[in-house]
Structure formats: structure tokens, C-alpha cells
């Protein structure tokens, strides 16, 4: 993975191994990273790839997030997942 744009110290822009776009997360993954620069993937502990073309700003609001908070909604949906229900209350 090659990175396109670095939003914060956690989560960054990159283009995968298919050329895809997508939103890279990791502790300190975007620490002194800069645009064009290789991604170990064993430092990326989630990738999301969008739906649509929005990735970009998929990004910045994840930027604008604590990264402590992006790791618990994903706990959630994978909780939710496995529950196998296809509906979630709150």
C-alpha cells in the first residue's frame, strides 16, 4: 500500500495492492509518514474501503474522530454481525 494523504497520526488515504482506494487505520500510522511513501501492513490494523467515490471524505471525517472511538464502533458492527440479527437497537 502506497499512501496518497496522511489526515492525522492515525488514519491516512492509501492506494492498495488492486489500486483501490482506501482508508487506512493504525496507531501511529501517519506518524512522520508522507504522501508516496510504502505502508508496512503489518502496522494497519483496519482498512475500509467506501462504496462510493467519497473516500476522501470518508477519511477526513475519520481524522476528525479519537481513534479510540473508530475502534469501538467496529467492535460494535462486528459484535453485530456475528449476532446475525439484521437489525440493530439502541
Avoid: C, W
Avoid at 489526515?7 to 504522501?35: I, M, P, S, T, Y
Avoid at 471524505?57 to 472511538?69: I, K, T
Avoid at 475502534?71 to 437489525?87: F, P
Wanted: proline share 3%.
Amino acid at each position: 500500500m502506497r499512501i496518497i494523504q496522511v489526515f492525522n497520526n492515525n488514519v491516512l488515504l492509501a492506494r492498495d495492492e488492486d489500486g483501490r482506494d482506501v482508508v487506512a487505520l493504525g496507531r501511529g500510522l501517519g506518524f512522520q509518514a508522507h504522501a508516496g511513501d510504502e505502508i508496512d501492513p503489518a502496522r494497519v490494523s483496519r482498512r475500509f474501503l467506501p462504496q462510493n467515490e467519497d473516500t476522501e471524505r470518508v477519511a477526513a471525517l475519520m481524522a476528525e474522530l479519537p481513534y479510540e472511538h473508530i475502534r469501538l464502533a467496529v467492535k460494535i458492527a462486528h459484535l453485530a454481525a456475528e449476532s446475525g440479527s439484521s437489525q440493530m437497537r439502541v
